[in-house]
């Protein structure tokens, strides 16, 4: 998927392209970190949410990221197009450094990326009908005549497979089922044609058989309008069938990423190894055997362990070295990089 | 002899809408010391399943018969007194879903897991605790939790909390009512391995409820799909996962995204019937890629040697399905 040449971006600002070609979003060392305080007058603390990520998307892409909660991985989602600001490293959309640009000459980042929220329950206005929730990112980018925008509404209707649209349409949110309001969300996020799209668990409210044609309906969009995905999932066996590289986060930073087979068959990192075994295909054997699962928790992100941060939980880890200095991403084999000292 | 036997099942609720047949005639049998996993998508009936054995019902209840026999006896004939006395918790107990809403935050996790010891069996305080401090350990926490609110627990520690109260009363059969799905899965393999060992070391018998057939295998003997209300195929694990009879289970189980394998998830057509009105005769007939005539008319009954799946396509004379 990584063929596709960049298309000129019309509304993005002059100025000098940076990164490779064919990238849609850079992230070089991005860091967020947070500032909580646990009662007024106590010192303020700081969270490690995300810590020198680096990860390039490139268009038409998925890239799946993947951890336990808290890891980081929808921190990341959010600071990659400036809803959280990062508070380090470089953020580069389609070449143009976008990491200090001020909120209001980034109308067009508004519209070239999208978000496909996790809650399909709480992610749709329960007062706006089908066609208010389509209608309003329309209206906000100034999006043509109202015979133009109820054309869009149609075709981003039909697109996600909710026919026939004049019915959908004056539906009320309470109306719909999970699946259908998801399929409202994607055709909200679709509509204005955006080149990147972050699903932050898309389907993980829904059911088995749902679930499944929801992450197709997004394969299809994203092959007939070559979107770049950018799958926010604690979920690794949707991210085997349903995206092109994966990155496994750990306490705030990539632990490993490569091409999915490549990590998913060989994975490098004692953790993603372990959050394998951790996950049961259906299987009669699977009773009989004890999973090689973890002990402990991830750790507190306000005081993340030295060195490398998964040690404490790791079964290889070895004193003096681990504990010691954060290993950094090591590419072992091609285009598959994992930062672990012990990893060969 | 089974330890747990239910037989034609029925659980409905009346609604303003009308009536939701939740249970609509359920048989399956638990043995001794394995586990019957129930599985199905959201709102086909596995915790109102789970509601109808352990008689935690609702005022809205419109339907509420069958049988359920244990240690011999019908509980549903039981008064409530008796029933509470009796089977709750003392013979039966349960694991509720999401651990963080099942203990009350206001009460140290140790006093609430020895609750039930001193209602039941009339203990004194400090017999309770030591008992409580028992159930604790063996689900691998440290005595010091007991002094514990909720809240400074993580959410693994809270399922553990819950299940050593499902424990402490030494009970013959542990509901497990989606025990992990509030849970991470480094913490959900965690709890997964303690409830195989506390099953080795205790000989328990579990109902484990859940949608998902991945984790319904980690302890899964026997199998129940659940479809709209009612059982569409029952059979041991080693058979129901290889070799799915009805074709709801064969489709459930396509549409499992493996992680070790490159078998493309196949979704299921249409969406799971409402309860209110489920469809006639078959209520899988309406999304059935093997419908026919008979499907819509009568209700199948269970097939198979032994009886597997209520599929008319296992009726003998039509022929085999289930391989392509």
């Known amino acids: 998927m990584e063929k596709t040449e960049p298309s000129a971006p019309e509304s993005v600002p002059e100025g000098a392209s940076e990164g490779p070609k064919g990238a849609v979003l850079v992230l070089d060392g991005l860091q967020t970190h947070f500032t909580v305080r646990s009662r007024f007058f106590s010192p303020t603390l700081t969270v490690n949410a995300v810590d020198d990520v680096s990860l390039t998307i490139m268009k038409g892409e998925t890239v799946a990221i993947v951890g336990e909660s808290g890891c980081g991985k929808t921190t990341l989602g959010r600071t990659a197009i400036r809803l959280i600001e990062p508070t380090g490293g470089r953020i580069l959309y389609d070449g143009q450094d976008i990491t200090h640009t001020k909120m209001k000459d980034l109308m067009w980042l508004r519209r070239k990326t999208q978000i496909v929220p996790q809650d399909p329950y709480a992610s749709v206005n329960p007062g706006f009908n089908v066609y208010g929730i389509l209608e309003e990112p329309l209206l906000v980018h100034h999006f043509g005549t109202p015979a133009e925008r109820a054309e869009k509404l149609r075709s981003a209707l039909e697109s996600v497979k909710l026919t026939p649209p004049d019915v959908f349409e004056g539906k009320f949110p309470h109306m719909l089922s999970g699946g259908q309001r998801q399929r409202v969300a994607v055709a909200r996020a679709m509509i204005l044609e955006p080149e990147l799209i972050i699903a932050d668990e898309p389907v993980s409210m829904l059911d088995a058989s749902v679930r499944v044609s929801i992450l197709e309906l997004l394969r299809q969009i994203q092959e007939q309008h070559n979107v770049a995905f950018m799958y926010i999932t604690h979920d690794l066996a949707t991210a085997r069938h349903f995206s092109n590289r994966i990155g496994v986060m750990y306490a705030g930073k990539l632990a490993e990423l490569g091409p999915v087979r490549s990590v998913l068959l060989e994975p490098l990192h004692p953790y993603t190894q372990a959050l394998m075994a951790a996950i049961p295909d259906p299987d009669p054997e699977n009773r009989f055997r004890k999973i090689a699962a973890l002990p402990g928790e991830p750790p507190n992100l306000i005081s993340p362990p030295s060195g490398c941060r998964f040690h404490p939980r790791c079964p290889i880890a070895k004193p003096g070295v681990c504990d010691v200095e954060a290993p950094p991403l090591r590419e072992l084999r091609p285009g598959h990089l994992v930062a672990c000292h012990l990893a060969s | ?324």
Not at chain 2, 145 to 165: C, F, N, T, W
């Open chain 2, 1 to 324: 002899m089974p330890i747990l036997s239910v037989r034609n099942l029925f659980l409905h609720y009346r609604t303003r809408k009308g009536t939701v047949r939740a249970v609509d005639g359920i048989s399956f049998d638990l043995q001794k010391g394995q586990t019957v996993a129930l599985v199905g998508e959201s709102g086909c009936g596995k915790t109102s399943t789970a509601s109808a054995i352990l008689r935690m019902l609702p005022r809205n209840v419109a339907k509420y018969e069958g049988e359920v026999a244990f240690d011999g006896k019908n509980l549903l004939d039981l008064e409530d007194e008796d029933f509470r006395t009796q089977v709750r918790w003392r013979a039966i107990s349960i694991v509720f879903q999401g651990a963080m809403n099942a203990l009350s935050p206001m009460i140290p996790v140790g006093r609430q897991v020895a609750e039930p010891l001193m209602i039941h069996l009339d203990m004194e305080k400090e017999e309770a605790k030591a008992k409580a401090a028992e159930s604790i350990e063996s689900v691998g926490l440290p005595r010091y939790i007991l002094d514990r609110y909720p809240h400074e627990l993580s959410g693994g520690m809270k399922q553990r909390v819950v299940i050593a109260m499902a424990l402490v009363m030494r009970p013959a059969v542990i509901l497990l009512d989606e025990p992990t799905s509030a849970l991470d899965v480094m913490t959900q393999a965690n709890i997964m391995n303690l409830l195989k060992r506390l099953k080795a070391e205790e000989g328990l018998s579990y109902i484990f409820i859940t949608h998902d057939l991945g984790l319904s295998s980690e302890l899964a003997d026997w199998v129940g799909i659940m479809y709209a209300g009612q059982l569409v195929e029952f059979g041991p694990a080693e058979m129901v996962f290889p070799n799915p009879q009805h074709p709801y289970t064969q489709k459930l189980l396509a549409s499992v995204p493996r992680l070790r394998s490159d078998t493309r998830p196949d979704s299921i057509v249409g969406t799971p019937p409402d309860l209110f009105a489920p469809p006639k005769a078959c209520r899988f007939h309406p999304r059935c890629p093997f419908v026919f005539d008979k499907c819509k008319t009568d209700t199948p009954p269970f097939f198979g040697d032994p009886d597997r799946a209520a599929c008319w396509l296992l009726e003998k004379g039509s022929g085999e399905h289930g391989e392509d």
